[in-house]
């Protein structure tokens, strides 16, 4: 008989063998706590349109999302975060923005009326409000100026915090935008408004239905986001970034896309120790539901797993927009 150090004295499929067992070993677990459903809201009332390139994913206004808050609060999902699709008031200096009386804001407003209890988070970036599809405003050659930009998410900031949300996600990868934000907001006795800094966002093409969804794809062109998102080939660079967002004031920090990018993930974990998100984007989400919609995937066996593996890589939590179909397959 083969033996060598440990076999046969060790078969590792004798703790496999039962279910049992399996459950005792079993190292990471996901629940209705890690997730965080991104949704996309309209202008406007009694409207709700599909995203094609999101199967199962809508754009509702605030009565329509009013219902999935509800539901999302009852499944136990601890937050939503919020993307406006804004139809009117682009401009070259995404001064919507900071309307108080905008999208947003007022969203922000009647949720924490109605459902206090669940966590709410604002993206802040300008590209649903620029003409241009840019997170941020350009100079005459087209580049997105930092410091201008920072002082308008600054003013957005401010001005979601003013409507009551809980977490700032700002998503714009402006330098020094983080320690603007917070210092802002303690100056203004903000104290408890917490950011969620998306620290390592990727310059990636996983991007592509989301643009679709909020409506930036069209005015984004063929452009891209280089001059301020990460080279995907980067890693090194996602630790230093993380570090100085938690310098500057950053509660939790998040990787963005999630798949792709769980190396970075553990990576950051292992070093920080600090709360630490994934993104499952909406090309990771379209990918697949599309494999799930030809039949060749199981689609809640692979939904489980691709958020399982988040919470191996070291996430404490995760978006996806599978959040609402995932906590009512763990309600079961
Ligand atoms: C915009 C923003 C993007 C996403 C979240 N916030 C797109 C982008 O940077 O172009 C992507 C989310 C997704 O793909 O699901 N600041």
Redesign the pocket.
């Known amino acids: 008989m083969f033996t060598n150090r440990y076999f046969p004295a060790t078969r590792m499929r004798r703790m496999r063998r039962d279910d049992f067992s399996r459950r005792l070993m079993r190292e990471n677990v996901l629940t209705c706590n890690d997730l965080i459903y991104?949704v996309f809201v309209l202008e406007g009332q009694g409207r709700e349109q599909a995203v094609t390139s999101m199967p199962g994913v809508v754009r509702q206004s605030l009565d329509k999302l009013l219902y999935t808050a509800e539901e999302a609060l009852q499944l136990g999902i601890p937050m939503l975060s919020l993307?406006p699709v804004i139809e009117t008031g682009k401009d070259n200096s995404g001064e919507e923005a900071f309307n108080p009386d905008g999208l947003v804001p007022t969203v922000v407003r009647e949720l924490k009326t109605r459902f206090p209890e669940l966590g709410i988070m604002t993206?802040l970036?300008l590209?649903p409000y620029t003409v241009h599809g840019q997170?941020g405003i350009l100079d005459d050659s087209g580049y997105v100026l930092n410091d201008e930009t920072t002082e308008i998410l600054v003013q957005q900031g401010l001005c979601h915090a003013a409507a009551g949300v809980d977490v700032l996600g700002p998503?714009?990868m402006m330098d020094g935008r983080i320690g603007a934000i917070r210092s802002a907001l303690e100056d203004e006795g903000f104290i408890h408004t917490k950011i969620l800094a998306?620290s390592a966002?990727y310059a990636s093409a996983?991007?592509?239905?989301?643009?679709d969804a909020v409506g930036?794809a069209a005015n984004?062109g063929k452009a891209d986001?280089y001059t301020y998102?990460m080279d995907p080939a980067n890693l090194d660079e996602a630790l230093y970034e993380v570090a100085m967002d938690l310098e500057e004031g950053a509660d939790m920090v998040m990787i963005?896309?999630g798949m792709p990018y769980l190396d970075v993930i553990r990576r950051v974990k292992d070093h920080f120790k600090v709360p630490t998100y994934a993104?499952q984007?909406?090309?990771e989400?379209a990918m697949l539901k599309a494999a799930f919609q030809n039949g060749w995937l199981d689609e809640e066996k692979c939904m489980l797993e691709s958020l399982l593996a988040f919470k191996r890589a070291g996430a404490d939590g995760i978006l996806t927009?599978f959040a609402m179909d995932v906590a009512r397959l763990l309600k079961r």
């Open positions: 991104p993307f993206d970036a590209d997170d998503s714009d998306y966002k996983f991007y592509g239905p989301f643009r930036s984004l986001k998102q963005k896309p993104y984007v909406s090309g989400y927009y």
